[in-house]
């Protein structure tokens, strides 16, 4: 016996210390009825919901409200500030949450209302800006900004909170098993698309608002009664969607004996030491792949924000203050975002077809980064086509473009939905493969791969603006910059990074983001 006990602590003493990306699930014994979690799965809609909407509608309306374009690139901090905080905080106390209610049950029903909350004060910060004392008749409405950027920045967070619960709540459901979880990982990302394609569609209705008569006041012209239409649809889905999925869907009361014991944290949080410190001991072809991947998103996220302000301002050569064409250009420009997920959904699915049809995972990335390059390149010849093309009505009035620069704009916001597919899955594949390879754990390598995503983001959040002022104003310079940084990153990708072995190749599988 005593040479036993003496053996099981060496064992335990031999045992890797656990961290956060290693707690266990609890185990389940029966396996998970496939229902459960597609209703899980299906909370993404409701969050991608209002994502979509936030990509086409939020940019423009940031500038009824007063906020200079300039300056509108700074609000867009949040989204990258918050994935890279909120996202792990979340998921490190979820992993030891010992509620009744459930490991990830609570933090998804939290998420859920704060969405709520946020979506209110966005959708009536013109309304409560005008009560507080906001000036009509002047351009910058100060109390209705503050109102909107609160609100804007707990929606956020709060969109943060959900993705990660949700995941991990699929996670636990299909324990181990590889078979359960790639379709379960399947079914999220197939309502990630429901959600686009539901946002962008709203988005690009222009009398929604009549369903909600209420929703157009004195201080709420058609532009925010339609966007406030469209918010009080999206929570009424993600809640309607939430209650359903946390009432059928249960959790075993979580306790510590479910896991390997951790040595204490002293009210430290781990995962940002080991997601830092991992940075300091990357193999070289992580370090590629980040690079590869920065680029990458330095080229996205300029026509990420501002590709419905892109289209209201240069392509229908309107004013977010004047008029109607640029209210008509941003509904236009909601339509070019659905085909632009319809696009990316059907090349998800074609994805390992086209990886064996053009020699290679990291050809393929190459090849496409080249087609984003291109298309941002297009932009601009579209614009300018757009300005020779201006025609005028017997009263002087601006009139929409011709059918043919809006069938060209249209083209390139399906186009780059090819792109944009490969951008949200050959990332995380290789990641996992590499990351593999090297004895690393892949929750940390995805971590890690995340910084080359959100820090990116930021950097374009904060210079955009500016930049495009020192040209004249508008979209067009930082679309040029971005294509500039995505030919790099297609160069990079096929020159520097290392092939995958065929063995690795099949190992892809695909995954959703954010934003």
Not at 22 to 30: E, K, R, V, Y
Not at 50 to 60: E, M, R
Not at 120 to 135: E, M, P, R, T, V
Not at 167 to 187: G, K, P, Q, V, Y
């Amino acid at each position: 016996m005593e040479n036993g006990t003496k053996q099981n602590k060496q064992q335990q003493q031999q045992q890797p210390p656990s961290t956060a990306m290693q707690i266990q699930a609890p185990p389940i014994t029966l396996p998970t009825p496939t229902w459960k979690l597609i209703l899980v799965a299906a909370i993404a809609a409701g969050i991608q919901f209002g994502w979509a909407l936030q990509l086409s509608l939020l940019t423009p309306y940031v500038q009824l409200l007063g906020i200079p374009h300039k300056w509108a690139a700074y609000i867009w901090l949040c989204g990258p500030i918050s994935g890279m905080f909120v996202q792990p905080i979340v998921g490190y106390y979820s992993d030891r949450c010992q509620s009744s209610f459930g490991r990830r049950r609570p933090y998804i029903a939290s998420g859920a209302a704060c969405v709520t909350i946020s979506v209110i004060l966005i959708g009536f910060a013109a309304d409560i800006g005008y009560k507080a004392g906001d000036d009509m008749t002047k351009h910058l409405k100060p109390r209705a900004v503050s109102v909107f950027v609160i609100g804007f920045w707990i929606l956020d967070v709060a969109n943060n909170m959900l993705q990660g619960p949700c995941r991990a709540l699929l996670a636990d459901l299909c324990t181990s098993d590889t078979r359960r979880m790639r379709s379960a990982n399947a079914f999220y990302s197939f309502f990630m698309a429901v959600g686009n394609i539901l946002g962008y569609a709203a988005g690009s209705y222009n009398d929604l608002y009549r369903l909600f008569p209420f929703s157009k006041t004195h201080a709420c012209d058609l532009y925010c009664a339609n966007l406030k239409s469209c918010f009080i649809i999206s929570i009424a889905l993600l809640i309607f969607i939430t209650v359903v999925a946390l009432t059928l869907v249960r959790e075993k009361q979580w306790t510590p004996e479910d896991s390997i014991q951790e040595p204490s944290s002293s009210g430290k949080i781990p995962v940002f030491g080991e997601l830092f410190g991992a940075l300091k001991d990357l193999p070289r072809p992580m370090l590629i792949l980040l690079l590869v991947t920065c680029l990458n998103w330095i080229a996205w996220f300029p026509f990420i924000l501002f590709d419905t302000d892109w289209m209201g301002r240069e392509i229908y050569g309107g004013d977010a203050n004047k008029g109607k064409l640029y209210d008509q250009g941003v509904r236009v420009g909601s339509l070019g975002l659905l085909l632009n997920s319809v696009v990316l959904g059907l090349t998800s699915i074609a994805v390992e077809y086209l990886v064996r049809g053009v020699g290679g995972v990291k050809v393929l990335w190459g090849v496409v980064n080249f087609v984003l390059s291109i298309g941002l390149v297009m932009t601009v010849v579209v614009s300018k086509a757009a300005e020779h093309q201006r025609r005028y009505d017997s009263n002087g009035q601006l009139l929409p473009p011709s059918a043919g620069v809006k069938a060209g704009a249209l083209s390139l916001f399906s186009i780059l939905g090819i792109p944009l597919s490969i951008t949200y899955s050959i990332p995380f594949a290789l990641a996992s493969i590499y990351s593999s390879g090297s004895g690393a754990g892949q929750g940390l390598s995805l971590g890690v791969l995340n910084l080359a995503i959100v820090v990116p983001q930021m950097i374009v959040s904060v210079l955009a603006g500016p930049f495009d002022s020192l040209f004249g104003g508008g979209n067009l310079p930082a679309f040029i910059v971005g294509a500039v940084s995505a030919a790099a990153s297609g160069v990079l990708a096929i020159v520097m990074l290392p092939k995958p072995s065929k063995d690795d190749a099949t190992k892809l599988t695909l995954s959703g983001s954010c934003h």
